[in-house]
């Protein structure tokens, strides 16, 4: 390779020719694939660092680094586990049903004359006042109100039996 200190010489050879056997060490060292990557990376790192000054075998040395650097993984593990749930221990909201009740009001409004949809998407979703939506719309604040107040009706007659079994259009639980 170029730019490749002689210091290194042989270890490309060393790591093509006992890499997978070191890697099947490691990967059972440190349970898993990904870990044992990283396992055997930080090991050949610090062969490097001593790679010039082996003599022998250089299998037998990398061997006991990946032994040791397991233990040592342990250890701080032992120390400091790993927290993989929360500490409080509560489980997350269920979001399912607030999906749902959107989804249903969401086919609710497409059901509306388009002016009252606009209008109760400016006012409620995009929290206008009555003064923003009737400038937007090009009209007077007063239709803005009067078709606030039919849309909503509307919405009523169209919701009305969800309060009674709890259940959007689409058969899901409100």
Known sequence: ???????????DAFVAERGDALLATAI?????RDAGQDLLQAAIE?????????????????????YHLAVDTWRRR???PEVLTSV???AAPDVTETLDLRDALV???????????????????EHLTEAEAADRLGCSVGTVKSTTS???ARLREL???????HRTPNGARA
């Open 159 to 165: 919701t009305a039996d969800w309060a009674v079994d």
């Open 1 to 11: 390779m170029r730019g490749k200190p002689e210091a290194f010489a042989g270890l």
């Open 107 to 125: 086919r609710a409004l497409a059901l509306l004359p388009p002016k009252q949809r606009a209008v109760l998407v400016l006012r409620y979703w």
């Open 28 to 32: 059972l060292l440190a349970g898993g």
């Open 46 to 66: 610090r062969l490097m660092r001593r790679w010039n000054r082996i003599d022998g075998d250089p299998e037998g040395y990398v061997r006991r680094i990946l």
């Open 78 to 80: 032992s120390r400091r």
């Open 88 to 90: 409080d221990g509560r």
């Open 150 to 152: 039919r849309g909503l």
